[in-house]
T-cell receptor
Framework: KAGVTQTPRYLIKTRGQQVTLSCSPISGHRSVSWYQQTPGQGLQFLFEYFSETQRNKGNFPGRFSGRQFSNSRSEMNVSTLELGDSALYLC????????????FGEGSWLTVV | QKEVEQNSGPLSVPEGAIASLNCTYSDRVSQSFFWYRQYSGKSPELIMSIYSNGDKEDGRFTAQLNKASQYVSLLIRDSQPSDSATYLCAVRDRGNTPLVFGKGTRLSVIA
């Protein structure tokens, strides 16, 4: 069974640009969560989608947005990139039920210069 | 604001010893608890989950949960150099609330 797939794996963007990251969950999983990981802040929750609806949202500015498609694949977008957005962006999928376990993809390493 | 606290380490143990990793959480209604392992430059991988008070064993790993003390721990028996990684504790409230992660404990197993 294939795991969570994230693309692109590595990218470098310039301040002010926007970026879109993609995530394909494990087959049969309906929940997709996004996390930002930085050395100083650890893993911070961005948002979670379940059946194309945003179910939870973290404390990030509106520049961070996401969506989920009918096939459970998800994208997140960051507009007007800032240097502080440089981080590992992790997608995790789960079956979506209460208390469910989530499994992470390999992540997308974003560097903003 | 929910908080999950872990000692950042590094925790150094000799090969073959038991490594004990601890985690405390602030929210009494937390119901699901998870341990993930993260190697440097890699993404977190699930080690195990625990939902009820007591111990849960999986191979060399044992998770221990004490909800009254708001404390969850991970024991690694017969530690190996390949266990050297950062261990992340994660906690979830009832329902479909997001997982909240601690900042992790860095474990170093010395051969």
């Amino acid at each position: 069974k294939a795991g969570v797939t994230q693309t692109p794996r590595y990218l470098i963007k310039t301040r002010g640009q926007q970026v879109t990251l993609s995530c394909s969950p494990i087959s049969g999983h309906r929940s997709v969560s996004w996390y930002q990981q930085t050395p100083g802040q650890g893993l911070q929750f961005l948002f979670e989608y379940f059946s194309e609806t945003q179910r939870n949202k973290g404390n990030f500015p509106g520049r961070f947005s996401g969506r989920q498609f009918s096939n459970s694949r998800s994208e997140m977008n960051v507009s007007t990139l800032e240097l502080g957005d440089s981080a590992l962006y992790l997608c995790a999928s789960g079956v979506g039920e209460t208390g469910n376990t989530i499994y992470f993809g390999e992540g997308s390493w974003l560097t903003v210069v | 604001q929910k908080e999950v606290e872990q000692n950042s380490g590094p925790l150094s143990v000799p090969e073959g010893a038991i490594a004990s990793l601890n985690c405390t959480y602030s929210d009494r209604v937390s119901q699901s608890f998870f341990w993930y392992r993260q190697y440097s430059g890699k993404s977190p991988e699930l080690i195990m989950s625990i939902y009820s008070n007591g111990d849960k064993e999986d191979g060399r790993f044992t998770a221990q949960l004490n909800k009254a003390s708001q404390y969850v721990s991970l024991l690694i028996r017969d530690s190996q150099p390949s266990d050297s990684a950062t261990y992340l504790c994660a906690v979830r409230d009832r329902g479909n609330t997001p997982l909240v992660f601690g900042k992790g404990t860095r474990l170093s197993v010395i051969a």
